[in-house]
């Protein structure tokens, strides 16, 4: 839906792993370094992984070793690969293109992290 389409959340156990996927319009995926967002209740929505262009990737301190972003040039996709979960993951997480105050932000998915 919209210039972003994110699937692939749920639930999975501490220590699990899931993938989540955002299909991209066209144009807007060639131009923008793409990322992943989230927001938990009550915090601040932030940015924390990006993939440029060029396919080079940033991540926040607190993803980073656990989280990998990659995108798929053929298909207009952007993914995100999570591995080693934690309760602390738990948010609803957003597919985003730009960067700054012009950045795209998705419907967001819900990820919940629990035993």
């Known amino acids: 839906q919209g210039l972003l389409a994110e699937s692939g959340g749920g639930l999975v156990q501490p220590g699990g792993s899931l993938k989540l996927s955002c299909v991209v319009k066209a144009s807007v995926f060639r131009s923008n370094t793409l990322g992943w967002g989230r927001q938990a209740p009550g915090e601040q929505r932030d940015v924390v992984a990006r993939?440029?262009?060029?396919?080079?990737?940033t991540y926040a301190d607190s993803v980073k070793g656990r989280f990998a972003i990659s995108r798929d040039w053929d298909k207009s996709t952007v993914y995100l690969e999570m591995n080693n979960l934690n309760p602390e993951d738990t948010a609803v997480y957003y597919c985003t293109a730009g960067v700054g105050p012009g950045t795209y932000w998705g419907q967001g998915i819900q990820v919940t992290v629990s035993s």
């Open positions: 993939i440029t262009i060029e396919d080079t990737t």
